[in-house]
């Protein structure tokens, strides 16, 4: 029997797609990312991070208050085709999640924590856990501490993975302006290699190195979309086939994080380049609260718009997504995380009213507002393969 | 070998003080005769001209817009013609070009016996390159930065007699976008190779151009980079029929990986090693 590893690889490879992974920015936006893949009948993945959604006794997370069993309840009820792969984004010790904020964990706490949610996360039927304790690294703890923790992790999830159908992706490395140096990039990922060997542990089906490509604002900064190079970077151009061989050459496949808002003509590339697979998430989420924004300014309705910015504004998510000394407006930065407070009762009352308002009006907001995520989304899936197949 | 391996061109648009420094410390280096060094004036105010001027246009255009790399350099490769006697390279530096390492002799000398060099680049002192570099001097490769540019004399012979009625640069390209890559894909294309030194570091003082674009003339940085993106996809599109620089950057490539299908024992010297 073919398991899930050899499967993805297979139908990544021989359509040469770009196996698409959609960070569920909210309820519309994980309902659309099912609709999709069920209309490809080509798989896609879902990528929630802890904050997004978690486990019940981490206290769930921001995405409709959702915990990883009503997440997984929620697809799995929607995905009538099986074409939707969850996948855990970023998962390793302080990786967050509601505890982690509270307060400071030490090492050995913060790793029972993430064993927690990793726990639940097959307990509830995740296919695909990316396994990045890099955070590790800001508290002090060097490449190879890094390293043990990603092993730890990966048997850990192997002994209580019985099936042994879960597949894994590592990357230990934070998100980058610039590519990563293809002969930094070979030691790292044959050390990683060979620590996985010695332990008998499955190799990871996917690989994350940066293609230079980081996301900041409303726009993606890096060095892979730039029409005129960025000073002292290696062009994406010269680097990412080196990227991909080396990738190739060890047997793993190429994941690029952090792909939101690049242009059609960086989307087209990631096929010719074979690039494996690619992450998109706030992109989705900045869409839809640019649509609720644009709804409620047609509907005249000022109060509330002012109400969903000012709940915005005041939670200051919007902060790390800031570029040094940022001149963004108070717009910007309410179309920047507005998505973080969807599931706030205030927010989710004034969506309520604009679709009583709208329905007076002939207007169907919600169909509108799926409509537009629908198409951003779409975007990326067209230019990376999806569709393309004569079956 | 030593002293009459290289040619220098330098462009000055309104730099005259800045030209002059650079003029004196590439002197110091080189201990070169002055009738080497070729400064191409592109419109500078009669003040702000350098001294050591060899040849320029001062015409209302130029005044205006300057004549930019393409048409600057032009100038000074079809002056350098008229001397009699070249050197076996030559130098193309942007006024405000500064020489951060400078051992260039030897290394041009050892490089002699390379296959057919049309171009190296001189590395950029905060470039991944030079990093990449590491203690090699040399490294092929195809992509790299705009600014300057080691020319071979070989390479410049071979385009005059097979391509006598066009300037070495496209003087259409006139902000010169995809410059550096044009001339890899020239190179390629026509049997010859590009690579990039560590013996001759550089770096291009941007405050020149961001604190004195009043003084220099010229657009700021930001309108400058808009029009040189803008006006240079109008010339890709005219030129080539291809849509971006993604398209163009890979067209150049397949001619580089050609090259080194046609010598497999140089893959070990290029700037990224394909092996594992």
Known sequence: MVGLSEHLKHQILSTRTTFMGIGPMS???????????NQYRFPISLIPSRRQVDAASLGGGYVENWTTYDFSRFVRSLDKGGFVLLSRDHSGPWQSGTNSEAKELTFPEAMDEVKQSLADDIANGFN????DPCIGMQKGFSEND?????????????SMNTQKDIV?????????????????????????????????????????LQTGTKVAELRNVGSFDQPLSLKGSLPSTVLLPAILELCESRGVMLKEHNADYLSASALKWHRKFGIHGANVAPEFGVCETKAIEEILI??????????????????????????PDSLVSDNDKFRIAGHYHFSNPEVIEIRCKAQMV????????????ENAIHNSIDRYLKAFGYGQRND | MGREMIDIIILNRNLGEVCDALVAKLSAHLDLELDNMIVVDSGSEPELKSRYTSIGLDDERTRQHGLRFGRGMNLGLEYRRNLQ?????????????????????????????????AAIKPASKDSEYLRILGDDEFRYGWNFEEGAWLI???FLDFHFKNFPDSSFFDESNFRGYLTSLELAFRAYINGFSVGITSSLVVFENETHLLERSDLIRTEPIGENQKLLLEEGLNWLHRKYQIQDAWDFAQLVRLTYDQFLKENPDLSAITIINHGS
């Open chain 2, 152 to 154: 071979s004399s070989s």
């Open chain 1, 128 to 131: 695909l856990l990316h396994i």
């Open chain 1, 298 to 323: 047609e509907l005249k309705m000022n109060s509330e718009l002012e109400r969903f910015m000012r709940i915005t504004l005041e939670g200051g998510k919007w902060g790390k997504w800031l570029l």
């Open chain 2, 85 to 117: 006697k070249v050197n076996p390279w030559v130098l193309l530096l942007p006024v405000d070009t500064e020489i951060i390492k400078w051992d260039l002799h030897r290394f041009l000398d050892s490089i002699s016996n390379q296959r057919n060099i």
């Open chain 1, 27 to 37: 309820k519309t936006v994980t309902r659309v990312a099912i609709e999709l893949a």
């Open chain 1, 146 to 158: 890094v390293e043990d923790m990603a092993v730890e992790l990966i048997s850990y999830c192997h």
């Open chain 1, 168 to 208: 894994f992706e590592i990357g230990t490395d934070e998100q980058n302006s610039s590519p990563d140096e293809v002969e930094i990039s070979k030691i790292r990922l044959d050390r990683m290699l060979h620590k996985l060997d010695k332990y008998k542990l499955p190799k990871p089906l996917f690989y994350v």
């Open chain 1, 358 to 369: 709208g329905r007076d009006k002939g207007i169907d907001i919600e169909a509108r507002i």
